[in-house]
């Protein structure tokens, strides 16, 4: 590791704008890198704006243009199904990426920056063991299962796919909050037991804030991951339980129609809106 | 009176271990429990099915047979019966390996630098750009991957750009080839590398950074000696988020390649669908299962010991 | 951390609430007519979901396991024998219900369901090929457009990946039956399907636009969906091998552990009316197969070349069938010798 003298830390810690190096440069730039990530966006953002402008397609082609027309998103408010099943989607992917992410939290508390203790390894392999099959071998095996507790009860909701997407969620909420958690050190919460703080006062006003940046990224990817998972949906669900991707999964042999566009670029511009609303509300935590 | 002293606060030591390891399982239990449940635990039930015999029109009887794990492997040639090897399960699976290194490799190039960016914005719009790489996901993958054909195909945009300015005099051809597929897995992947790497860099601390540079440290030296091995949780969680369900990945490939080969995931797929034949797609998967987690274990023992050491 | 507290409730849409009347229906994916389900609704009080699936075989495992919900399947009539020999199916009787003289003739005894005893016609069509006319100009009724491509063609042919066609196109090309288990036949279709591969540049479906924008020109694909490429793109045309096509016929059956019963046979009888397969047809362009409906059709499908078959051709029709285990492993595995 790079030593460095005291008084310059303590210069540099001072100053609250990003510090010139020697050579006159932002530290906090590397070379290519700006250039590398506004390309990476616009390439992301390419596509979504094709989906975007057909969404407004007056013919029926995702490819050719004939013209303006608002009739894809009149379809879309008159077709019942594929409204469900959006709405379906949505609420199921907010309660899986939730309680996903907060049983990932806890599980990435426990797992990481610690000596090794009877079981961690195992505790590491099982929480991304979901990750390690393809998605058809989990949904027939959980179509088993859950049929014959089906069939045992005679209970049918939406929990078979709440349960069935939040365990396929926790993965991809535990990497980065583990990735976030390894970057931390134990400095500040020694400190503040050191201070008489409580466990929990210390989770909640040095560990939490701190990790925070973490738990907001594994939310968001398993939220997307959940939106998307077409294949556990397919088999899980029972009658009148279609979401987007299977709804669409079912297009996908006869026609796809703008209108998926038109349902694609509400959803888009509703996730826009509340997660920025999300973040205008998350502010005061800085 | 040492002895006994000794002794003593030895044993108050394991009992404090004890008692943080009870606490560890406590707190990762619901994660835990609910993977059990809802994910490994009826994976048992495509244990046992590899063992049994497949059924007439899918499904399987409960038949005992060893023929699904031999059949991974070794098979019987079609038409005269000689056995040999699996070599279509092996071509298959070298092809969507290949395909999961490239895109891992490819994320990286692409997330890292993204992630970087992110991350080094002012708070307030750092989250901002961080919803805004993810917002594309929330459309679906088929809806976007045919959004992706709109760009690359021979009268799609970005042939129509270059061919009104003048770069090219002939439409590029980037659909149904390996650039395409390479292309939409990248697309595809990218936020589960761009995420976690966000989260690492995110605590970077800037100051290390300062005394490199005070230190005459180049930009690009500071950045291979101090903040990747500060950001290496991250750049792996990636890694793994990446590499590994793309193992399975077969919609994007097929509809941008073109679909003439399978990939691993159709295999799988095939075995329980018009294939019939639920024990070999059992034992397949079980297979890449146990592969993946033993690189994983063997991951984690190794990255456990360097802590220790260093 | 009270921001992750949105009211679940605003966002909860649960599919409780048992209704009086009620229907749910497993179909093929974007292959009911809201129009129709609507009709149904008013006609009738009875509310009706409809769950979607793409695949004969993910509709079987599903409805075998159990737990399902559904009362209504509309399985394909290559899997019909499976539904009905592993007990699935309810033998509702159709044959005595009220719009049964509508049923045309030829699809009254099926091989599948000899009388019509448990199902009712829903859609049928056929598998062939498809050939933008623009970049070749000889005969389209052959499967050699695919097989054994003309020059012109090569390089920018798709196949859809459904093997149970595509082998039953190849197997017919070289003069075999439909599931036969000859292995000098099938060693010729293996090696004439490898050797052609070469010469495609695809295998996929949701092909409409890349045909309509003519990144393909030919290639195997069935009538309805062609129909609706040649709307998009005029040069556009559907051929009929003459070696041998597949028709597959997909119909309505009611689930031996149905909930809603007699809602269930009130929509097979329903959908034996004229007017209502009508609707039925306008939606997925393919034909019905009642009679009487033909008043009530889109103008355009009336005198489609991709729904009407012409007379010369019509017995090149083959049916494809439930092969045999044994068989079905054959080609499952040529299958993946092709592809691999």
Not at chain 1, 203 to 212: D, I, K, S
Not at chain 2, 29 to 44: D, H, Q, R, T
Not at chain 3, 29 to 41: A, H, M, R, V
Request: proline share 5%; charged share 20%; aromatic share 12%.
């Amino acid at each position: 590791m790079v030593e460095a003298t005291t008084t310059q830390v303590e210069q540099s810690a001072a100053k609250p704008r990003p510090k010139r190096g020697p050579k006159g440069y932002s530290l906090r730039t590397l070379p290519g890198f700006t250039f590398v990530a506004l390309f990476t966006m616009i390439v992301l953002y390419a596509p979504i704006s094709i989906l975007v402008i057909f969404s407004f397609n007056e013919g029926d082609s995702l490819a050719i243009w004939e013209g303006f027309s608002l009739q894809w998103y009149a379809k879309a408010a008159a077709n019942e199904q594929v409204q469900e099943a959006a709405i379906r989607s949505l609420y199921l992917a907010f309660i899986a990426s939730t309680i996903g992410t907060i049983a990932a939290t806890m599980a990435a508390l426990a797992t990481t920056r610690t000596r090794r203790f009877t079981g961690k390894t195992m505790i590491y392999a099982l929480i991304n063991q979901p990750l390690m099959v393809p998605e058809i071998v989990t949904a027939v095996a959980l179509l088993i299962v859950f049929a014959a507790i089906k069939v045992a009860t005679g209970h049918n909701s939406m929990i078979y796919l709440i349960v069935a997407h939040t365990a396929f969620c926790i993965p991809f909420a535990y990497l980065p909050i583990r990735a976030r958690l390894e970057t931390m050190d134990n400095s500040l919460e020694t400190a503040a037991r050191d201070l008489y703080a409580s466990a929990w006062q210390t989770f909640r006003m040095v560990t939490l804030p701190n990790m925070w940046p973490g738990i907001i990224a594994g939310m968001m990817l398993s939220f997307v991951i959940s939106l998307d998972t077409v294949v556990i949906t397919e088999f899980v669900k029972s009658a009148g339980q279609d979401t987007l991707p299977t709804y669409m999964l079912g297009q996908l042999r006869r026609v796809v129609t703008p209108e998926v566009n038109a349902i694609s670029t509400v959803i888009l511009f509703s996730g826009a809106i509340l997660v920025a609303l999300f973040f205008r509300l998350t502010q005061r935590k800085g | 009176m040492a002895d006994t002293h000794a002794y003593r606060s030895g044993e108050l030591e394991q009992e404090a271990e004890l008692a943080d390891t009870r606490q560890r399982w406590l707190l990762s239990l619901p994660a835990v429990v609910i993977i059990m449940l809802f994910a490994a635990g009826p994976l048992l039930v495509m244990v046992v099915y590899s063992f049994l015999t497949p059924g007439d029109f899918g499904n399987v009887k409960w038949e005992f047979s060893l023929d699904g794990w031999k059949n991974t492997l070794v098979q019987r040639d079609i038409f005269d019966d000689t056995l040999m090897w699996a070599d279509a399960h092996l071509s298959i699976f070298w092809r969507s390996f290949s395909l999961s290194v490239i895109t891992t490799v490819l994320t990286l190039i692409f997330g890292l630098p993204t992630a970087w960016f992110i991350a080094t914005q002012p708070p307030g719009r750092r989250e901002i750009w961080l919803f805004l790489v993810t917002v594309p996901f929330w459309s679906n993958l088929l809806v976007r991957t045919i959004a992706i054909q709109e760009l690359i195909r021979n009268e799609g945009v970005i042939n129509l750009v270059l061919l009104k300015i003048g770069i090219i005099t002939e439409p590029i051809q980037m659909m149904f080839t390996d650039f395409a597929i390479a292309f939409g897995m990248t697309y595809v992947y990218l936020p589960l590398m761009v995420l976690p790497i966000y989260a690492a860099i995110e605590k970077l601390d800037f100051r290390l950074v300062e005394a490199a540079h005070d230190l005459y440290a180049s930009r690009m030296a500071a950045f291979w000696q101090v903040i990747l091995p500060l950001i290496k949780p991250g750049i792996i969680a990636g890694s793994i988020l990446v590499f590994i369900p793309s193992l399975g990945a077969y919609v994007t490939p097929r509809v941008l390649g073109g679909g003439k080969n399978l990939m691993f995931g159709n295999l799988i797929e095939l075995q329980f669908g018009a294939g019939r034949n639920w024990p070999l797609g059992a034992a397949l998967s079980l297979m890449l299962m146990a592969a993946v987690m033993v690189a994983l274990i063997y991951y984690v023992r190794v990255t456990s010991r360097e802590k220790a050491d260093g | 951390m009270k921001h992750l507290t949105l009211t679940a409730s605003a966002l909860a849409l649960c599919a409780s609430g048992a209704m009086a009347q009620e229907l749910n229906i497993y179909n093929w994916g974007n292959y009911t007519n809201p129009d129709l389900i609507t009709k149904f609704e008013e006609e009738t009080g009875i509310k009706v979901t409809i769950t979607d699936y793409d695949s004969n075989d993910t509709a079987l495992a599903k409805v075998k396991a159990g737990g399902h919900g559904f009362d209504i399947v509309v399985p394909s009539h290559s899997y019909i024998p499976i539904w009905i020999g592993e007990g699935l199916l309810l033998e509702t009787r159709p044959d005595e219900m009220e719009n049964f003289s509508n049923v045309a003739d030829e699809w009254v005894d099926v091989s599948w369901d000899p009388g019509r005893h448990y199902t009712v016609p829903w859609q049928w069509g056929t598998t062939g090929v498809v050939v933008n006319t623009k970049y070749y100009d000889g005969d389209i009724n052959t499967s050699s457009i695919f097989l054994d491509p003309p020059e012109e063609l090569v390089g920018k042919i798709n196949v859809v990946p459904e093997m149970g066609d595509v082998m039953t196109l190849a197997i017919l090309y070289h003069g075999g039956e439909p599931c036969t288990g000859d292995k000098d036949v099938l060693r010729k279709v293996r090696d004439t399907l490898v050797d052609a591969k070469e010469k495609w540049l695809g295998m996929d479906y949701g092909n409409l636009e890349k045909f309509a924008k003519e990144d393909l020109w030919a290639g195997v694909n069935w009538n309805g969906s062609t129909f609706r490429m040649r709307l998009q793109n005029e040069n556009i045309a559907y051929g009929y091998p003459k070696e041998g096509f597949v028709l597959w016929m997909d119909s309505v059956a009611v689930l031996a552990d149905a909930q809603n019963v007699d809602e269930a046979k009130a929509f097979q009888n329903f959908v034996m009316d004229p007017e209502n397969a009508a609707l039925i047809s306008e939606f997925a362009r393919y034909a019905n197969g009642i009679n009487g409906s033909e008043p009530f059709m889109p103008a355009d499908m009336k005198t489609a070349p991709e729904i009407v078959i012409p007379d010369e051709l019509k017995a090149a029709g083959h049916f494809t069938e439930t092969c045999a285990p044994e068989v079905q492993e054959l080609y499952t595995r040529s299958w993946t010798d092709l592809q691999k």
